[in-house]
């Protein structure tokens, strides 16, 4: 069976699944996806609600869902959206929700590089991020009309913003709307199901290590996961190792201790000390207590998560654990890759051709100084020679510069494939590529590669490739 290219697996740094001993999953946009129209609209708008109960002139404001995508980073320095480059390079930038054009992104960013370790940017991480994004964009511009005298900075503005939304996500209305109405907010994916319960029979020791609550945890799971379970077993069969409200990235970089919940019904809990038993919940600790209880190194365990940072970046950087990164959007990318291959053919072909006529212009201008400086030569059929291939590359130009366009323009009309920038890989690709193994759309991928797939890394391309 081949594998859609959409739904495959794509290897960072080769991974063999037989070695590893323990897969640990993420629970939101991880097991479970939801729409993100959806669910980040609601994000958004109680959001929104709760800055203006609290006086902000913002109850007009409208979720833009396409406005911003995940892998951009927020200029607290100049309250922009920029997208750049895997070396910081900035190749696009919005001024709150204003797109800016060539000249003004240069002025901006000609002498500045993206480093995501300064504190003046703040990375757009996960799918979370949309809802985020979208509204301090907006609020840039009410802040930019002197509408917002309660905070003096677009610094203070995002740390305003980040904190309502935190507030949304911790309290119980937005969890209570998707238990209420799942179907609106939850993507069902039987496959997942399926993949889980094939890396069971092959022997993996299973976890979930989720930030949720465990009320909420088992809200979710036992929705998403029991109508595809072989009767009468139940989600809690699958994960020997549960563990709630683990706090990533801290779980990761602290050492926090461990409650059981004793009670479940009513999320009681009890301090624990020592490893952790199998069949338990539990709620906070740290992954080096639970690497000993496991028995295993870094390399046997596998983390799969959707946050760059808090599941993939740390994981890997504290433990050294293999990481998978869900990138659900590269589904619709893809599928628009694809759609797009023989134009991309044709632009390549094209930028091949306008290559060797600027080669031959070049010749053709060093010819002419030989001659100038060697004989006191007029030049005048250099000058035709170079008027000729001007006329051919402005032709080339006339029909690349649309295709480029549109290129430019794939997953997202505003700031485009998000692994991309330019010709170039983005600085988001450059943190997968650092942080995760592999990275896939979802995790029920897996399934088709089954639990023993030896996943290769292509050998590199290097610029001086043939
Ligand atoms: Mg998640």
Redesign the pocket.
């Known amino acids: 069976m081949t594998i859609d290219l959409v739904r495959g697996i794509f290897t960072n740094r080769t991974l063999n699944l037989r070695s590893i001993k323990a897969i640990g999953y ?5 097991l479970i996806h939801y729409r993100t129209d959806d669910l980040e609209r609601r994000a958004y708008e109680i959001t929104r609600d709760r800055l203006s109960a609290k006086g902000w002139p913002v109850a007009h404001l409208q979720f833009d869902s396409g406005s911003v995508v995940r892998g951009l980073a927020v200029d607290l320095e100049l309250g922009n959206l920029v997208k750049a480059t895997r070396f910081g390079y900035v190749i696009r930038a919005a001024h709150g929700t204003r797109i800016l054009n060539y000249e003004e992104v240069r002025n901006a960013y000609a002498g500045t590089l993206v480093d995501l370790a300064e504190t003046r940017y703040e990375f757009m991480n ?1 799918l ?1 991020s949309i809802s985020e994004g979208n509204l301090f964009a907006q609020l840039v511009d009410l802040f930019d009309t002197g509408s917002l005298p309660m905070v003096r900075s677009y610094s203070e503005l995002s740390s305003a913003v980040q904190r309502a939304l935190d507030r949304t996500h911790v309290d119980g209305r937005l969890k209570a709307e998707i238990h209420a109405d799942p179907d609106r907010y939850v993507v069902p994916d039987p496959e997942v199901v399926e993949a889980l319960l094939d890396q069971q029979l092959a022997g993996k020791h299973l976890m979930l290590i ?2 949720a609550n465990w009320v909420f945890t088992n809200q979710m799971m036992e929705l998403a996961f029991a109508p595809y379970l072989p009767a009468p077993m139940t989600w809690r069969e699958l994960f020997p190792t549960i563990i709630v409200s683990a706090n990533k990235p801290s779980f990761f970089s602290h050492d926090h201790h461990f409650y059981r919940v004793v009670d479940e019904e009513n999320a009681l809990l009890r301090p624990h000390t020592g490893t952790l038993d199998e069949g338990s919940v539990y709620y906070g600790g740290n992954a080096m207590v639970l690497e000993e209880s496991l028995g295993l190194s870094g390399d046997e365990i596998l983390y799969v ?3 760059l940072f ?2 993939v970046h740390v994981s890997k950087s504290m433990f050294r654990w293999r990481t998978a990164l869900i990138l659900r959007e590269l589904e619709a990318e893809l599928r628009a890759m694809v759609g797009f291959q023989e134009t991309e053919g044709n632009l390549m072909g094209l930028m091949a051709e306008k290559g060797e006529l600027e080669h031959e212009r070049a010749q053709l201008r060093l010819a002419a100084l030989h001659e100038e400086f060697q004989n006191g030569g007029s030049g005048e059929q250099t000058s035709s020679g170079l008027d000729r291939i001007q006329s051919l590359v402005t032709a080339l130009d006339d029909q690349i510069a649309p295709l480029a366009r549109e290129s430019g323009r794939l997953g997202n009309p505003t700031w485009g494939p998000i692994m991309r920038a330019g010709n170039d890989k983005s600085l988001f690709a450059r943190q997968v590529e650092r942080y995760a193994d592999i990275y896939t759309s979802r995790a029920s991928n897996f399934l088709f590669e089954t639990p023993f797939a030896f996943l290769r890394a292509p050998r590199g391309s290097l610029p001086h490739d043939a």
């Open positions: 993420d629970m939101d946009y991880t996960t979370y989720t930030n998560g959707d946050h808090g599941d």
